[in-house]
């Protein structure tokens, strides 16, 4: 093969190409990931197995709000974790024994929960810190039952935005 054909392959093919899986890259590590749900703890809104596009969350605190769909790092469990917000800094969530969730005083209102618990406990959310719960609250082990229940807002590290697996329930989360 003669230099020319040589720079026009390496012009047409080689750097494009290159440049694709770079950019592939660069998206992959700063703009959004894809995550797999480890548990049931979010049935039936995500089921174990599935697998979630998710954005990498950078300054959480003024992007997140209550209901999101986060995935961050436990320290207590020592493993990545996909649940919904439920607290916000500085709030008081107080679940009763019918399950039912109390943001400073009024009702939330959680269309998303189909198996409810009966597990009541009573939190106030620090500064700099979320609540996290389970959708499948009577199958998920969550904040209620943590030794720390809340996580700071350094271990979140991105928002479940759309389920891409198994093909038949693709679509948007809510």
Same mark, same amino acid.
């Given at each position: 093969?003669?230099?020319?054909?040589?720079? %026009?392959?390496?012009?047409?093919?080689?750097?494009?190409? #290159?440049?694709?899986?770079?950019?592939? /890259?660069?998206?992959?590590?700063?703009? /959004? @990931? /894809?995550? =797999?749900?480890? =548990?049931?703890?979010?049935?039936?809104?995500? &089921? *174990?197995?599935?697998?979630?596009?998710?954005?990498?969350?950078?300054?959480?605190?003024? &992007?997140?709000?209550?209901?999101?769909?986060?995935?961050?790092?436990?320290?207590?469990?020592?493993?990545?974790?996909?649940?919904?917000?439920?607290?916000?800094?500085?709030?008081?969530?107080?679940?009763?024994?019918?399950?039912?969730?109390?943001?400073?005083?009024?009702?939330?209102?959680?269309?998303?929960?189909? &198996?409810?618990? =009966? =597990?009541?406990?009573?939190?106030?959310?620090?500064?700099?810190?979320?609540? @996290?719960?389970?959708?499948? %609250?009577? +199958?998920?082990?969550?904040?209620?039952?943590?030794?720390?229940?809340?996580?700071?807002?350094? *271990?979140?590290?991105?928002? #479940?935005? @759309?389920?891409?697996?198994?093909?038949?329930?693709? +679509?948007?989360?809510?």
């Amino acid at each position: 093969m003669d230099q020319a054909k040589v720079k %026009r392959v390496f012009k047409e093919w080689i750097l494009p190409f #290159a440049i694709e899986i770079l950019v592939v /890259f660069l998206l992959i590590k700063f703009v /959004f @990931f /894809f995550a =797999t749900v480890p =548990t049931g703890s979010m049935i039936p809104t995500i &089921n *174990k197995g599935d697998w979630l596009f998710t954005l990498r969350m950078y300054n959480p605190e003024e &992007n997140i709000q209550r209901g999101d769909i986060l995935v961050f790092e436990s320290d207590e469990l020592g493993e990545t974790l996909i649940k919904r917000v439920i607290g916000l800094p500085g709030e008081e969530v107080v679940v009763d024994d019918q399950g039912k969730v109390y943001i400073n005083g009024e009702l939330l209102d959680e269309p998303y929960v189909k &198996n409810p618990s =009966t =597990t009541s406990g009573s939190f106030q959310v620090p500064e700099g810190c979320y609540l @996290f719960f389970g959708d499948n %609250r009577a +199958g998920s082990y969550d904040a209620r039952d943590w030794e720390d229940p809340y996580i700071p807002a350094d *271990k979140i590290i991105g928002k #479940a935005v @759309f389920k891409l697996w198994p093909l038949a329930q693709m +679509g948007g989360l809510e």
